[in-house]
């Protein structure tokens, strides 16, 4: 009883540890998490280089799945990028590993772990921002020692009552022929899943192994075997995660089972070739290493062998789990609001693709082609609503000053965005000859144009220089010259509107213009005037220039 109650103690502390660890490590990184993610992907190599550090970093694979679900559908990210950081992610989740072969099993630091939660602790309660992360991530790097220390101790007398010949043979132990081993190699391939699938963690799952080993209860090759179930079920946690969740969370979800179905199929069938290379390499490295080593090049083979496939990979995705969510669907996906920085870039580009849309729409209406519907500026105005809903729904403030200041340029470019669907909703002049004044209508529809190419440049933008780019970001030369324009524009048609006015009230008195004549005039320069002066501002604020 004594046995049971060390291990599952041992268990309990470990992944209570790496829950507390983490997430001290997590808001230690803030914000940096999210744009290393987004500037490193470029490719799915460097993606994938990058995610394993990142992981490794942050101790935890899920952290960084869930950060590029968010990159990917706010379109930060293209899908084989973000699955370039999901493989990473798997190689570098078994850096703990590694910690429990080094050093957990080897030294008892307990008596050093005590004095670490203490202060931990008293930096989590008493201390604020990251010195209070710090004091998180301390604490719980020596409740998974302390952890360790139980386990270890708990796996010993283990040992007593349990030995490698009580389990099933795999294959590669002397004496084992090919029917014996296949069969037990499944059975703790089985087992392995199992504990992962229980324990929500492969990480606590392959600590228990590797103690185990330590401890005499299982052999170097039972061990490995039982690693093989324990990486499969880690997608377990990511199958039942994604279930009721947008469709990239649910792509990326069976990109992970692929992947580790595939990695698993691999290292079936070179388990006999493995299992003969780790023996005879036994007698010049230790047996906790080379399980720590095994579990980390299992992961590494799978990477290699599919990250060159990435494109491929992609569309057998894609064509398993097909789509049928919405463009606006896509970006505005809930994940993202865990992220404030990716949530206000997600809102920021749907933001611009409105003002795109609208500003195409109204400047081709007053050059006399089809111009916008009251339909059109409706549709828009839904579009808006949905965006504000969505930030309404942030889970958290963005930290720094930059990211308060991209967020407030963003509804500020959300406000005049909905107000220029609104008067689109309203109707607008369909050219010079309704306008009456063609020369408000030219500048109307020239401050719309530059309108129109700020915004396209936004939704063209690439994640690497999306994510480089804080408030008060380096516009490009072209971007700022049609920004120069659409302002320039809409302060010419300001003063025009203001003269106007005055000049058509004055031709009613002498009979040039009806009464009604001259009140529809002004009304339509001043609807011409509000157009181009909030499409000329969101413009404005949706590139960090609106002052």
């Known amino acids: 009883m004594s046995t049971a109650i060390s291990i599952l103690g041992g268990v309990g502390l470990f992944l209570l540890g790496m829950t507390v660890m983490t997430d001290g490590l997590k808001a230690l990184a803030g914000s940096a998490l999210r744009s290393v993610l987004g500037k490193a992907a470029a490719t799915p190599l460097s993606g994938a280089f990058w995610g394993a550090i990142v992981t490794l970093l942050v101790q935890s694979s899920s952290a960084v799945t869930m950060t590029t679900i968010g990159l990917v559908s706010a379109g930060l990210l293209t899908f084989p990028q973000g699955l370039g950081l999901v493989f990473g992610a798997n190689v570098g989740t078994t850096g703990t590993g590694w910690l429990v072969a080094l050093i957990g099993v080897r030294v008892s630091l307990s008596a050093y772990a005590l004095p670490m939660i203490f202060i931990g602790a008293l930096l989590k309660l008493l201390a604020g921002g990251r010195i209070a992360a710090a004091g998180g991530a301390l604490a719980g ?45 499944i059975t703790l391939i089985a087992v392995g899943l199992a504990m992962t699938a229980v324990m929500q963690s492969s990480t606590a799952a392959i600590a228990v192994t590797i103690s185990a080993f330590f401890a005499g209860a299982v052999s170097l090759e039972q061990g490995a075997a039982l690693i093989i179930g324990q990486n499969i079920g880690t997608a377990t946690s990511s199958a039942l995660a994604a279930i009721g969740a947008s469709a990239t969370a649910k792509r990326l979800a069976l990109a992970y089972v692929l992947f580790k179905l595939i990695a698993a199929l691999i290292a079936i069938l070179a388990f006999p070739f493995t299992a003969a290379l780790m023996q005879a390499l036994s007698d010049t490295a230790d047996g906790t290493t080379l399980l720590a080593a095994y579990h980390t090049a299992y992961n590494v083979v799978g990477v290699a062998v599919l990250l060159p496939a990435t494109q491929w990979f992609t569309r057998v995705v894609e064509r398993l789990l097909p789509s049928r969510e919405t463009a606006l669907q896509r970006a505005l996906d809930p994940s993202a609001l865990a992220n404030p920085v990716i949530a206000v870039e ?94 408000a209508a030219g500048l109307c529809a020239q401050a719309m144009r530059a309108a129109q190419a700020v915004g396209g440049s936004i939704t063209a933008e690439t994640a690497l220089s999306t994510q480089a780019a804080p408030i008060g970001w380096k516009v490009a030369p072209e971007v700022a010259a049609a920004l120069g324009e659409a302002g320039g524009a809409a302060r010419a048609l300001d003063a025009l509107q203001r003269g106007h006015r005055a000049a058509t009230l004055a031709a009613v008195a002498p009979g040039e213009l009806t009464a009604a004549d001259a009140l529809a005039r002004i009304d339509t320069v001043r609807q011409l005037d509000a157009l181009a002066h909030h499409a000329w501002r969101a413009s404005a604020h949706l590139v960090g220039r609106g002052g």
Do not use: C
């Open 346 to 439: 997600a809102a920021r580009r749907v933001v611009a693709d409105v003002v795109a849309t609208m500003a195409a729409s109204v400047a081709a209406g007053l050059s006399g082609r089809a111009g916008p519907t009251a339909q059109d500026g409706v549709t828009a105005a839904a579009t808006i609503e949905e965006v504000r809903d969505f930030l309404s729904e942030l889970k958290q403030p963005p930290e720094t000053e930059p990211e308060r200041l991209r967020l407030t340029s963003t509804l500020h470019a959300l406000d005049h965005a909905g107000r220029l669907a609104e008067i689109v909703a309203g109707g607008v002049p369909a050219g010079p000859g309704a306008a009456q004044d063609a020369r």
């Open 141 to 185: 790097f020596a409740l998974v020692l302390y952890g360790l220390t139980n386990l270890q101790q708990g796996m010993d007398g283990l040992a007593e009552s349990l030995h490698p010949s009580d389990l099933p043979a795999v294959l590669g132990m002397p004496g084992v022929g090919w029917a014996t081993g296949s069969v037990g190699l």
